[in-house]
């Protein structure tokens, strides 16, 4: 039988140690991948939907061998099993053989869809942390990279997948990022159109200020159903970024809602809010809008806020690395990295 003083004594120190473990189990070391050179691969592999068009995948191989890579398809590139390019093990085990493969410097998404996050439990972590690499995607993509980023403290990038349109914005930015190493400052093109003021890819202001963090996001979808797992990042102090596609916006206010639930809105530094593609309501009569419902959760936070960013599902994207810090300037509407991203 315990003593009741020993008992006591315990009893009241429980909630400062149990406190403390979760403290010390959220400081995971950061660690950077090496940068991509001309003539180094890139792993492609589909790890939520499947490889449908080799016509596309062979315009993802040359448009890489444009930018001066080679590439290499995972073992189990073109499985298909519904709706997924294969089982959740063969899925998986493409991705830990990239990290595993001397020959394979950077890894890279060929599609989104779903599936990810039904892999994260096989994913080899030990050996990411062995061997760290450039690990690419958005949309899907976005439950892998934030998994790594937390289990692994490694800086994965929130940009192209194989299957984008490799124009000159998105490559350039890729190889800024990648291969140059530049600690960038992320801003939207000009719009050089005949109009008197600016109307496309606007910066709209919700709370104007600057503030520094880890930059910690991606879909909003994915991400809202990553809550609540050991898959996600710690929030304290975090730029939050967010982008979306084809949901109306009572789902984003739904999945808003739940983030201000969970607490991380409550606990980050700054929100920058990207592109939200086709969400506008099928039925506009009584709904609130996309800047209705941003404004509500937003503005009280009384933080540096602001929409509009090329982060998302659009053709001209930023490749923003996850876990890295950075500074948002909500006023003009820029991301600043404080540091490089790949060493």
């Known amino acids: 039988m315990i003593p009741r003083r020993i008992w006591l004594k315990s009893a009241l120190l429980a909630p400062f140690a149990t406190r403390l473990s ?3 189990s959220s400081l995971v070391p950061v660690s950077k991948p090496p940068r991509l050179k001309p003539g180094d691969t890139i792993g492609l592999f589909c790890p939520a939907a499947p ?6 995948v062979q315009i993802t191989i040359e448009s890489l061998r444009a930018l001066g890579f080679k590439t290499k398809l995972s073992a189990h590139f073109y499985d298909r099993y519904g709706y997924l390019a294969g089982s959740d093990a063969d899925r998986a085990a493409d ?3 990239f990290f595993a493969d001397p020959s394979v410097h950077a890894v890279m998404a ?7 996050a039904r892999i994260l439990p096989l994913i080899n972590y030990d050996q990411i942390r062995r061997t760290p690499k450039i690990i690419l ?17 490694l800086v994965t990038m929130h940009g192209p997948v194989g299957a984008v349109t490799w124009n000159r914005f998105t490559s350039d930015w890729l190889k800024r990022v990648l291969v140059d190493g530049e600690a960038v400052q992320f801003r939207n093109p000009a719009d050089e159109s005949a109009t008197l003021a600016p109307t496309r890819d606007r910066i709209t202001t919700i709370r104007p200020g600057i503030a520094r963090g880890r930059l910690i996001g991606g879909n909003l979808t994915v991400l809202s159903h990553l809550i609540g797992t050991p898959y996600v990042p710690d929030w304290k102090g975090a730029i939050l970024f967010l982008e979306d596609v084809q949901e109306a916006p009572y789902r984003i206010d739904r999945m808003m809602a739940q983030l201000k639930l969970a607490g991380i809105l409550d606990q980050v530094a700054g929100v920058v809010f990207g592109k939200c593609t086709k969400c506008d309501s099928e039925n506009s009569y009584g709904s609130l809008t996309l800047e209705d419902i941003l404004t509500t959760y937003l503005e009280p936070l009384n933080v540096p806020a602001f929409t509009g960013s090329m982060i998302g599902h659009i053709t001209d994207k930023f490749t923003l690395p996850v876990g890295l810090n950075a500074e948002i300037d909500a006023t003009n509407g820029t991301i600043q990295l404080l540091e490089p991203a790949v060493r």
């Open 22 to 24: 979760v403290q010390q």
């Open 51 to 56: 490889a449908y068009s080799r016509e596309t």
């Open 110 to 116: 060929m599609h989104g869809g779903w599936g990810c």
């Open 95 to 97: 991705l830990n053989a």
């Open 137 to 153: 995607g958005y949309s899907d993509i976005t439950a892998l990279l934030l998994a790594i980023t937390a289990k692994t403290g």
